[in-house]
């Protein structure tokens, strides 16, 4: 199995821009997770989908950010727009219901 | 308010000595524990894990200890190798078998392996 894929690995884009991450879940896993890692507060959990339905999106930190899960292959988080606080890494993972999860390498991105 | 708490942030240990990375935890509902492991540029993988009904795991050189009575809970690398260096994450659940929808995250501990 190819494991979780995000896109892109690295992004640096200016303040104000839009910036969106993508993520394909292992196939057959219907749980799929955004984190945001920082050194302040470690692997926050951002929103999950369990069947491409959200159902926990309370660690969004503002209406800036918004996810969406078209179908069980492929999700998107999106920042507009982007502030250089939000600056981090940002893991996706998925696994299937109620078991172990699974992460991608992540996408570091850099807001100037 | 952080319910995992790793409250070091690194380690340095000699290789061949035994490295002990804590955690603890402040929610009473917890019952399942989990320890990642990350390496740079990489995402976390999955470790060892330990379910409150016991009080250690071992799996080869990793050891988990709980304690759910002082809600402390430790790591134990015997002997350490220097592909042991990493970023160590605890992270608990209330889902009995420590479903993925229910974990919350320490800080992570930075775990140097020095030759």
């Known amino acids: 199995d190819a494991g979780v894929i995000q896109s892109p690995r690295h992004e640096v884009t200016e303040m104000g821009q839009e910036v969106t991450l993508r993520c394909k879940p292992i196939?057959?896993?219907?749980?799929l997770f955004w984190y945001r890692q920082t050194m302040m507060r470690g692997l926050e959990l951002l929103i999950y989908?369990?069947?491409?339905?959200?159902?926990?999106d309370s660690g969004m930190p503002e209406d800036r950010f918004s996810a969406k899960m078209p179908n069980a292959s492929f999700s998107t988080l999106k920042i507009q727009p982007s502030e250089p606080r939000d600056s981090a890494v940002y893991f996706c993972?998925?696994?299937?219901?109620?078991?172990?999860?699974?992460f991608g390498s992540g996408t570091q991105l850099s807001v100037l | 308010d952080q319910q995992v708490k790793q409250n070091s942030p690194s380690l340095s240990v000699q290789e061949g000595r035994i490295s002990i990375l804590n955690c603890d935890y402040t929610?009473?509902?917890?019952?399942?524990f989990l320890w990642y492991k990350k390496y740079p540029a990489e995402g976390p993988t999955f470790l060892i894990s330990?379910?409150?009904?016991?009080d250690k795991n071992e799996d080869g050189r990793f050891t988990v200890f709980l304690n759910k009575s002082a809600k402390h809970l430790s790591l134990h690398i015997v002997p350490s190798q220097p592909g042991d260096s990493a970023v160590y994450f605890c992270?608990?659940?209330?889902?009995?078998?420590?479903?993925?929808?229910?974990?919350?995250f320490g800080k992570g501990t930075h775990l140097i392996i020095q030759p």
């Open positions: 196939s057959g896993h219907n749980s």
């Open positions: 929610n009473s509902m917890f019952d399942y």
């Open positions: 330990i379910s409150s009904i016991k």
């Open positions: 989908f369990n069947n491409n339905v959200p159902i926990d």
């Open positions: 993972a998925s696994s299937r219901t109620n078991e172990k999860l699974f």
């Open positions: 992270a608990a659940s209330a889902i009995s078998g420590g479903g993925a929808d229910g974990l919350t």
